[in-house]
């Protein structure tokens, strides 16, 4: 089934003030891509602000707490992340997972408070280089996706991010031929638990996408856009990687 490709930018923990400018440059080329969904999950600070100065834009966060609120000092909830501009979230991502001793439990609560606040969500999954190479990549990758999969699933709602976590930030990027099989599998069983739901639900490839590779990368079939980190930083990085997805669309 073919879908819109969706190009969302992770900045992690990067991102003052000024580099707003770069938002709005990524705002405006995304206006000029009617075809592709384009997002920045910026970081907690900037989502107000972001969002007034670049209304046409899609802007997220990059993670939620699973509570609606309480005595969680630092935390953030997914009615704040809303509050301040947010239509999506991040939930699960590696550095959440290995940082933070996120587990696929926490992780699906996650997915759910961002649900019940109105938001989307874009839930990963990936498997650390030790893994792959132990031949467990495929069952580290569904184990996480079912562990981790919200109550009241919906294509409307959730996207999927498969993130090798070797290739996060290393420049290093599986073959086309894996990406395609680890797709084909998410895709599978995101049909077999959801029916038309899970064939329409959009898998993001994510894991040193860049210019040079995100045509090649998003050209895989079931790979239904990118979740790019480092590329995302700036307009003239994060642009090209629209412009790839425009050039494929569906
Ligand atoms: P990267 O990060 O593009 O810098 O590898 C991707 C991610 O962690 O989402």
Redesign the pocket.
């Known amino acids: 089934m073919a879908k819109k490709f969706l190009i969302t930018g992770?900045w992690k923990m990067h991102g003052l003030a000024a580099s707003l400018r770069e938002i709005g440059a990524i705002a405006g080329h995304a206006a000029q891509c009617s075809g592709v969904d384009v997002a920045i999950c910026c970081p907690a600070t900037l989502i107000e602000r972001a969002a007034r100065y670049a209304p046409t834009l899609t802007i997220g966060g990059q993670d939620c707490h699973s509570q609606v609120q309480g005595a969680h000092t630092g935390e953030v909830a997914a009615a704040m992340l809303a509050d301040a501009g947010a239509r999506l979230t991040i939930v699960g991502?590696s550095?959440r997972r290995s940082d933070n001793g996120e587990t696929d439990a926490i992780v699906k609560a996650k997915a759910e408070a961002a649900r019940a606040a109105g938001l989307g969500a874009i839930l990963c999954v990936g498997e650390t280089e030790a893994q792959r190479d132990a031949g467990q990549a495929a069952s580290v990758v569904l184990a996480q996706l079912l562990g981790s999969m919200p109550d009241g699933a919906g294509c409307d709602w959730l996207t999927i991010a498969y993130?090798p976590v070797w290739?996060?930030?290393t420049g290093r990027v599986p073959a086309a031929a894996d990406v395609a099989e680890m797709h084909q599998l998410i895709r599978s069983q995101l049909a077999a638990s959801l029916g038309e739901d899970g064939d329409a639900m959009r898998i993001l490839y994510?894991?040193?996408?860049k210019a040079s590779n995100a045509a090649e990368l998003l050209a895989v079939p079931n790979v239904d856009g990118g979740?790019?980190?480092?590329?995302s930083l700036t307009a003239d990085a994060f642009c090209p990687i629209i412009d790839a997805a425009a050039q494929l669309q569906r």
Not at 206 to 209: A, K
Not at 227 to 231: D, E, H, S, Y
């Open positions: 992770n991502h550095e993130e290739a996060i930030g994510g894991g040193s996408m979740l790019v980190g480092g590329a």
